[in-house]
């Protein structure tokens, strides 16, 4: 395992809903990513964390926002959900050092239905 | 635009043969990290192997290694000696090594592995 958890493991919302999905990073790493794994689709970058601070955006619309906490831990929030973003949510850590691109270590992922 | 393509959406191999997927990807910057992971059925994304873009000699981990063909933009994974375990989705993806470390995956290959 990575070291990597996320809560809940599954979870059904009604369209127009918002939602909190919740990440632990492993120990010590400074970095958050974000993805969104469409069925049969590989995973989808959303955003990244850095201490805290949003550090770069994929082509996800403001309603997909988040937030990094000082203990290793990390929300992913959705407003206003759509049919379409009944997805995995994958939440992966990584230690920055300054060195180039350090590894990226997934959790298992939030499965959302929006109905 | 940064794209990864896996042109098999699936492959069956015997137990103990060698399989080979595909990857290729396409991006203008020259400094780059490539990775395959794997994400069993129901299971956490896991990273098989990760290669340097800078370097011409290819990664190897044990039964896992890759070929990869820079100027080609290729980037397979084959692995030797198949076991059940095996069995999983594969992605490819890759990082650029400025900016936010975002990974661009492809869209997997199902790989099982028959006794």
């Known amino acids: 395992e990575t070291g990597v958890t996320q809560s809940p493991t599954h979870l059904i919302k009604t369209r127009g809903q918002q939602v909190t999905l919740r990440c632990s990073s492993q120990s010590g790493h400074n970095t958050v990513s974000w993805y969104q794994q469409a069925l049969g689709q590989g995973p989808q970058f959303i955003f990244q964390?850095?201490?805290?601070?949003?550090?770069g955006r994929g082509n996800f619309p403001p309603r997909f926002s988040g937030l990094q906490f000082p203990n290793y831990s990390s929300e992913l929030n959705v407003n206003a959900m759509e049919l379409d973003d009944s997805a995995l949510y994958l939440c992966a850590s990584s230690l920055v050092s300054g060195l180039p691109t350090d590894t990226q270590y997934f959790g298992p992922g939030t499965r959302l239905t929006v109905l | 635009a940064q794209t990864v393509t896996q042109s098999q959406p699936e492959m069956s191999v015997q137990e103990a043969e060698t399989v080979t997927l595909s990857c290729t990807y396409d991006t203008s910057e020259n400094n780059y990290y490539l990775f395959w992971y794997k994400q069993p059925p129901s299971r956490q994304m896991i990273l098989v192997i990760r290669q340097e873009a800078y370097k011409q000699q290819n990664a190897t981990e044990n039964r896992f290694s890759v070929n990869f063909q820079k100027a080609a933009k290729s980037f397979s994974l084959k692995i030797s000696d198949s076991q059940l375990g095996d069995t999983a989705m594969y992605f490819c993806a890759f990082i650029l090594i400025q900016g936010a470390q975002k990974l661009v995956f492809g869209q997997g290959t199902r790989l099982t592995i028959n006794p």
């Open positions: 964390y850095y201490r805290e601070e949003e550090n």
